[in-house]
């Protein structure tokens, strides 16, 4: 994510996730300020070819421009509110990854993004659905072990699962943009979790 910047509208809402490039570009025409900034360095350049001068830009001794990376800016003008909400996020195979911290549900043993399996803890056979509340991740031995056994006939999931939710709606298309890549520590005061996501 330190290539990206979340963008706010005026009223804080989060409503993009724009390259750091397009972010330095609204700061500078004064259509955002900066919230956030990431450690470490965007761009080094001469003042004239970026054409910038705002008091968060860094000059050195001989004339470069340092200027740190935007990771979260709030428009000044712009009411824009995106008409499609959501707080659960895409069922992918990486988030439901995240959501167990890379574990086998049945035995706790860690397992690789590449080689785990998806388990129905109520088997499709018997009406399990393919969705957050039916899926756990197993490793290959414990997966067939269990086959199609039903609940109460094969040991139950180490942890129930679940739907991880934002705290907070947010666009679709931000929410979309945000599966699988865990929000940097600057964005996590406007872009609220309610559940631990490791990598």
Known sequence: MTNKTLVLNKGGTPVSIVNSRRAVTLVNSDKAVVMAIYDGTLIRSSGSS??????????????VISMPIPAVIKCTKSDYFPKKYTN????????VYIRDHGCCMYCG??????????????PKSLGGTQWWDNIVIACLR?????????????KPPLRKPYVPRLDKSAPIQLVSRLAGEIPHKTWLDYIYWNVILES
């Not at 970026?50 to 004339?63: A, I």
């Not at 659960?88 to 988030?95: A, E, G, H, S, Y």
């Not at 043993?109 to 109520?122: A, G, N, Q, R």
């Not at 086959?147 to 094969?154: C, L, R, T």
């Open 50 to 63: 970026l054409g910038v001068d705002c008091e968060w830009l860094r000059k050195s001794t001989n004339s």
């Open 88 to 95: 659960v996020l895409p069922f992918t195979r990486q988030n």
């Open 109 to 122: 043993k860690k397992v690789s993004l590449s080689s785990f399996t998806f388990d129905h803890v109520i």
């Open 142 to 154: 414990c997966n067939n072990e269990k086959g199609n056994k039903p609940v109460g006939k094969f």
